[in-house]
């Protein structure tokens, strides 16, 4: 007879291993199982109507979320290697980024030809739900040097997140690193916007200007010149992806106010608008 201890022996794989199948004797689920949360991540979406665009939707929201994610943390990674005058370290960070953006931009094709009528279907169900309450897309924006206190009220009441945010908003953006690291390079980053209150945007500055035509006027092998080059392909990757979200509303509902009582369309004509390292742009100008 088996012992109790024979019994109480995991099931064996009923399978026959052929020469050069996996091997599938696990004592749990399986390791990739236990690394990714594969599992946990499809139990997340659950659709509250029967429309079928709305799987479509949360889906894809989820995916962005984790896009923003990964872009939020290259970003942090890159503007430690700043801080550290490490730019060869910086600039790897801001490839693996830009890689991330690309594919975040790609995310919107499931959503970009929604009709009203199929957004119509779902859309009651999302109450005030809006996706500038994203906290972890703030995140992003902030890094840009985008500031805004105003936004991150929507999280007021939500303690460990709210903590967060202004965490993010007191601290150095991207940018603000990029032009530390240059100034500490010996170029004319001004004084006044090495010092300036970190919780209010970006604004335009000359000074830095002339210190991005300096970079872009000097040998075309310079690793600042390679900085510049990856800074203004992810502002306008970034641009693209304001773009693209616009045309997907203006798709998908036209004018209407938006959910969470944003002004739809017009919020995101007016954030479209707003310049993504502004310097790198205008100093070609005078190159």
């Known amino acids: 007879m088996p012992t109790a201890t024979a019994t109480a022996t995991a099931p064996q794989c009923p399978y026959a291993a052929q020469e050069g199948d996996p091997d599938l004797r696990y004592a ?41 994610t990964l872009i939020a943390h290259e970003w942090r990674t890159a503007r430690q290697a700043l801080d ?21 931009n790609e995310a919107w094709r499931p959503l970009a030809r929604m009709t009203p009528a199929q957004f119509n279907g779902f859309r009651a169900v999302l109450g005030t739900a809006s996706g500038f309450q994203s906290a972890t897309y703030r995140h992003l924006e902030f890094l840009l040097g985008d500031k805004s206190r105003s936004l991150i009220q929507a999280h007021r ?76 392909d ?15 509303t203006r798709r998908a509902m036209g004018a209407k106010t938006g959910s969470g009582g944003s002004p739809g369309v017009a919020w995101l004509e007016k954030r479209t608008q707003r310049p993504v390292f502004p310097e790198i742009w205008s100093a070609r100008s005078h190159v």
Do not use: C
């Not at 550290?84 to 975040?104: F, I, K, M, V, Y």
């Not at 997140?161 to 953006?173: G, M």
């Not at 992810?234 to 997907?248: I, K, M, T, Y």
């Open 157 to 232: 009441n939500h303690p460990e997140v709210y903590r967060e945010l202004e965490n993010a908003l007191a601290e150095p953006s991207l940018y603000d690193a990029v032009l530390a690291h240059l100034h500490r390079r010996g170029l004319p980053v001004p004084a006044a916007v090495l010092g300036r209150d970190l919780t209010e945007p970006y604004p335009f500055d000359e000074g830095v200007e002339e210190a991005w035509r300096q970079v872009y006027a000097g040998p075309q092998d310079d690793p600042l010149v390679a900085l510049g080059e990856l800074l203004t």
């Open 84 to 104: 550290e005058d490490r730019l060869p370290a910086a600039l790897d960070a801001l490839r693996r980024s830009l890689d991330a953006h690309r594919a975040l």
């Open 28 to 68: 749990g689920p399986p390791p990739y199982e236990a690394y990714i949360h594969a599992s946990l991540l499809g139990s997340l979406q659950k659709p509250l109507s029967d429309a079928p665009g709305e799987m479509s939707f949360i889906v894809t929201t989820q995916v962005m979320e984790l896009w923003f």
């Open 234 to 248: 992810l502002a306008e990757s970034v641009q693209r992806w304001r773009g693209d979200h616009l045309f997907a």
